[in-house]
């Protein structure tokens, strides 16, 4: 089959886009895995919820913005709230029994979903609706907008962890816990506050792909998969390597679309992870041994 | 274990699957299902357990082996003419244990959460492509069929009733127990146990840890393809809803609350989930999710009791 190039090139845009919202996703899962051995089963359920709440602040004050930071400031303080009460009577004990807790938050918060908004899906409507012409499409700005707000927020995140007082407390605590707190760092509220900023980041993707899908309370399912394929290849904690493999995925699932339909454009990313877990199992960008 | 406490085991023993054997008898049609249908997602949950609370690997794609049971039986039942349920659960064993022999053969590569994680995407690469291929799997629909009469070429036939396919179920399951039970006190057993317990000291010793995993995952395969084929049997449809990885978290939530690496822990697990769904559904209808959620979680932080086999390791690193 011949592919024009034109299509080539609008995929690669199109894998870009949704990259960067999985890049965002996947870094704050890492982030919590990184700095607390736990890995957070409910992570897409809070990328489902962000993009509710945006739905119903849209709603009330009709600000797309408004929608973007409010759920930011909701998934935050509602992943603090999980954190509070199921993980932290965990830590310590082995990171498995983490995943269990948190499989069990995550069918508490869909069925919460479904139990609130029903199974009927919501829609957000783009908030910019100009669009370019791209070839023969008219491309929406919005999308490249979504990409450029998804960067801007990954690089504000490297940019506090490399220089913000509690970015330094944070990547302290991720090599030594211990060493950490002899030093006088609040190891307890760092590891609240990392939990409370990925959480925050699902959120706030939720909110930005919103207009590109359907949001019902399925939704974290699929996104919790990628994401595991992505913090798999990209090497669990390594928040790097995860925006790469993020952005990786998301391009050959596109250019893969053009071949197939989107639901087993999928395999090609579990390919990439077979040929990962065979020959490099640590991840592909992983710099210590497991 | 000393004498008496054998004699112990095998008088309970004995009384328990005397008194599930009397149950089609006594109890309301609804009620006997149900029980065949806790049998069922125990032997799963049992199959998993070979693997949690035995080798110390937490397994997130059972769905997976449980759903290719019962498409491997659909297969045969739909293809062969005539439907034979010998040919059914040979083609479910089959599929399960191909299933379970690629998957173990990637992800015992890994250990503790990345085994998780790995399993749960293997066994969702399974769902994919049973979902998309609608040509062979009948896509979001499944496969329905009729079941089959339980018959011996020449010999005898016996039409399944819904009394004979739950005794044939009991019969099935207790015999999986006493397999399982077998298999965990077997030398083979004992290095699995001590893979759980010191993995780097069993290989120091001289066993190829690698591959006393790899069957473990594909014993454990088999006898959750054999679940799923009774499944299949009873409910006369294969559906892909039974592969997604929803399954497998429920599997793994049998396990945990009702004590693993006992065997009949995870039964009771199903048993206790499966009552719990009934009595909850009446009030909350499809939310009943959210109660049995909230059980669970706090199972896992206040009932470490539950989690015997995670703290036993845990104590010993």
């Keep these: 089959m011949n592919i024009p190039l034109e299509q080539i090139l609008i995929q690669t845009i199109n894998g870009v886009v949704t990259g960067m919202i999985l890049a965002l996703v996947s870094s704050g899962l890492t982030l919590i895995f990184g700095i607390m051995d736990v890995v957070n089963f409910a992570h897409g359920e809070l990328f489902m919820l962000g993009a509710y709440v945006g739905v119903l602040t849209l709603a009330a004050t009709g600000s797309f913005w408004l929608a973007l930071i409010s759920a930011t400031i909701v998934i935050a303080v509602l992943g603090a709230l999980i954190y509070v009460t199921t993980l932290r009577p965990l830590l310590g004990r082995d990171p498995l029994t983490t995943i269990l807790a948190t499989f069990g938050i995550s069918l508490i918060l869909q069925n919460y979903a479904l139990w609130q908004f029903g199974p009927v899906a919501r829609k957000i409507g783009e908030p910019i609706s100009g669009h370019f012409t791209l070839f023969y499409l008219d491309y929406p700005w919005y999308r490249v907008v979504i990409a450029l707000i998804s960067a801007a927020l990954l690089g504000a995140v490297w940019l506090f962890l490399k220089f913000g007082t509690w970015g330094v407390w944070i990547r302290a605590t991720t090599q030594d816990r211990v060493m950490a707190q002899a030093m006088g760092i609040p190891v307890p509220r760092v590891l609240l506050t990392v939990f409370a900023i990925g959480a925050g980041m699902a959120g706030a993707s939720g909110v930005l792909f919103g207009p590109l899908t359907a949001i019902d309370h399925a939704m974290g399912l699929d996104w919790i998969l990628r994401v595991f394929i992505v913090v798999v290849v990209g090497g669990m904690g390594n928040l790097a390597g995860s925006v790469v493999a993020a952005i990786f995925i998301s391009l050959l699932e596109a250019y893969a679309a053009l071949w197939v339909s989107p639901a087993q454009a999928v395999i090609v990313s579990f390919v990439v992870l077979i040929l990962t877990l065979l020959f490099r199992p640590t991840g592909l960008f992983a710099t210590a041994v497991r | ?317």
């Design chain 2, 1 to 317: 274990m000393s004498r008496g406490s054998t004699l112990v085991f095998w008088l309970g023993f004995a009384v328990v699957v005397g008194l599930l054997a009397a149950a089609p008898l006594v109890l309301p049609a609804f009620w006997a299902r149900l029980l065949s249908e806790i049998l069922i997602w125990g032997l799963l949950a049992m199959s998993s357990d070979l693997l949690i609370g035995y080798t110390g690997l937490v397994s997130f794609g059972h769905s997976a082996f449980f759903g290719l049971g019962m498409y491997g039986a659909a297969a045969a039942l739909l293809a062969v003419s005539p439907p034979s349920i010998w040919l059914a659960l040979l083609f479910g064993l089959i599929a399960a244990a191909a299933a379970a022999g690629f998957v173990a053969f990637f992800s015992t590569r890994l250990r503790d959460i990345y085994f998780a994680i790995t399993t749960l995407i293997f066994s969702q690469i399974f769902y994919v492509v049973i979902f998309t291929w609608t040509a062979v799997t009948g896509g979001e629909n499944g496969l329905t069929f009729t079941r089959p009469p339980l018959a011996l070429p020449g010999l005898f036939q016996l039409r399944l009733s819904p009394a004979n396919l739950q005794w044939l179920v009991l019969a099935i399951v207790v015999m999986s127990y006493l397999l399982l039970r077998r298999i965990t006190q077997s030398p083979f057993g004992m290095v699995l146990q001590s893979i759980r317990e010191n993995e780097a000291r069993t290989r120091a010793i001289g066993y190829p840890v690698e591959r006393y995993k790899i069957v473990a995952v594909m014993l454990s395969g088999l006898f959750a393809g054999l679940a799923g084929v009774l499944y299949a049997l009873q409910n006369e449809f294969a559906a892909p809803d039974f592969v997604f990885f929803l399954v497998s978290g429920e599997t793994v939530i049998y396990n945990v609350v009702g004590g693993i690496g006992t065997l009949v822990g995870p039964i009771v697990g199903a048993a206790f989930f499966l009552l719990l769904r009934e009595a909850l559904s009446r009030f909350f209808t499809e939310f009943y999710l959210i109660p049995v959620g909230v059980i669970f979680v706090l199972i896992v932080i206040f009932m470490p009791q539950g989690l015997l086999g995670f703290a036993r390791r845990w104590l010993n690193q």
